[in-house]
């Protein structure tokens, strides 16, 4: 199988060939008007299908398509194998695979979209592995031919047990927001179901999380969601531990926390941890892979590399042992903010108080907010942060003390859980961003908006569909465009 120099992706979901008149990629393409079957017509799904060792990257469907379904990107010239696993004819690739090690946490980092779910199912054995081979060459993908690739490697023993299924798995989802659907009554008892005895005494002193065994699952906050699914995770007896994004939804006290009980796990298991806040996975992790590659696209596996030095290669958009740029500009934090000046106060507040029962209240000293600033507001979960606010904005009413002159005002708020109303997940990325922004149409700024967050592509997408960063951006980016005081 020649190595492919480019690669072609048609995103399904979006595609639509009424939108286009049908089939406008298969009549502007040069390759077809010349003769040959470049771009054909799916006998399955009636889409588009492109052929990749005859198309000539010229880019033409790519900017004609008025639903922006498709891409063509030319493959970086040192990646001389073929994908591990592809996702169908013009679906996405993955290159190469993470070397498990026992004794070890491994950290994945990249951007969202390059394959470290795929990564997961492959070495948790849900997802076997096609060799890129698809359609008509489907059949011919076996496990000898995994095998066979990584004979001689750290991997080859550990594929070769995932063809015998020899390994046992556990993993915590990213998606902790679902879980209220997926397990009902108290947490105390659902835990109980997931091990032992011993093994739940553990975890809650481990984890911290003894005050919440007695609430309801359905009562859980985002941060108690994000603890019941790592202390469920770490409960099971595997030989492989896979954590999506643990550090979610939680403060930095139960960040620590948890990454103590996850690095006793690999005294005995492989470990690997997907992690966006590179202090969490400089803390938790032995070694790490960088992802890279095109989001929705292909992705490829880095080699190995010390923690922190991997973390470094990430923030520079640049592997040096592999001598690949995979980023133009590297990612720079500034040592200081930069110097605000007062401007004129936008309200101020009063000291005042909100009980509630005998569980929990909150009181506050007096201050006053300026125009034009970002406030940070800082403190462990279940604080009183959100209570706080909704107090501002005079969506509670204090016990004591008269809140701010913010009554009345209006306020756009992204919440911790994106938790979707009926009929949402059905809606596509665009209406559910004019309904939740209140927009019939977008202005200049909002398109810039979008643009930044990488939303345009998705707008023909339905909110059922996204994944977790596509999903947090569609929130992030209706907040951003309503119109509102705060």
């Excluded at 995932?162 to 990213?174: D, F, M, R």
């Excluded at 059905?426 to 643009?451: C, N, P, Q, Y």
Aim: with cysteine.
């Amino acid at each position: 199988m020649p190595r492919q120099k480019r690669i072609a992706v048609i995103d399904r979901e979006i595609c639509n060939p009424k939108s286009c008149g049908y089939y406008l990629c298969q009549r502007v393409c040069p390759v077809n008007r010349s003769g040959k079957d470049c771009i054909t017509v799916s006998e399955e799904d009636k889409k588009p299908l492109i052929d990749e060792s005859l198309c000539i990257g010229c880019g033409i469907c790519v900017t004609k398509c008025p639903v922006n379904a498709i891409s063509v990107v030319n493959l970086p010239e040192k990646l001389e194998e073929n994908p591990i696993h592809r996702y169908g004819m013009n679906g996405f690739s993955l290159f190469r695979l993470p070397i498990p090690k026992k004794g070890k946490v491994t950290a994945l980092v990249g951007p969202n979209g390059v394959g470290k779910s795929t990564v997961m199912n492959i070495l948790s054995g849900n997802l076997k592995p096609n060799s890129g081979l698809v359609g008509k060459d489907a059949d011919r993908a076996t496990w000898g031919m995994i095998i066979e690739r990584f004979k001689g490697t750290e991997l080859q023993d550990y594929v070769k047990s995932l063809s015998e299924n020899g390994i046992s798995s556990a993993y915590k989802p990213q998606h902790v927001d679902l879980i209220p659907k997926m397990y009902k009554g108290g947490v105390d008892e659902t835990l109980a179901k997931m091990g032992s005895k011993e093994s739940l005494d553990k975890v809650v002193k481990g984890l911290g999380i003894s005050e919440m065994m007695s609430k309801k699952i359905s009562d859980l906050s985002g941060g108690e969601l994000q603890l019941f699914a790592i202390a469920g995770t770490i409960m099971k007896k595997a030989g492989f531990y896979f954590f999506d994004e643990p550090s979610s939804y939680l403060d930095v006290q139960e960040r620590l926390n948890v990454a103590k009980e996850i690095r006793k796990l690999s005294e005995s298991a492989v470990v690997i941890v997907v992690e966006h806040d590179l202090a969490v996975a400089d803390y938790l992790a032995d070694n790490t892979h960088v992802l890279y590659g095109k989001p929705g696209i292909f992705g490829i596996v880095s080699a190995p590399y010390g923690v922190r030095v991997g973390i470094n290669a990430f923030l520079d958009g640049y592997l040096k042992d592999e001598n690949v740029r995979f980023r133009p500009e590297p990612i720079i934090f500034r040592k200081q903010a930069k110097e605000t000046m007062k401007s004129r106060v936008f309200t101020q507040f009063t000291a005042f108080r909100k009980t509630f029962g005998s569980s929990f209240s909150l009181e506050t000293e007096p201050g006053e907010l300026y125009e034009g600033e970002v406030i940070g507001i800082l403190g462990p979960n279940a604080i009183g942060k959100t209570t706080f606010i909704r107090m501002l904005t005079g969506e509670l009413e204090p016990d004591d003390g008269k809140g701010s002159s913010m009554e009345g005002m209006t306020l756009s708020y992204k919440p911790q859980r994106l938790v979707m109303d009926k009929g949402q997940e059905t809606l596509m990325v665009r209406d559910f961003i004019k309904a939740a922004s209140g927009k019939k149409t977008f202005s200049k700024e909002d398109k810039r908006v979008m643009r930044i967050l990488k939303l345009e592509k998705l707008f023909e997408k339905a909110m059922g569909k996204l994944s977790g960063g596509e999903m947090q951006a569609a929130f992030v980016a209706a907040a951003l465009m309503k119109d509102c005081d705060i």
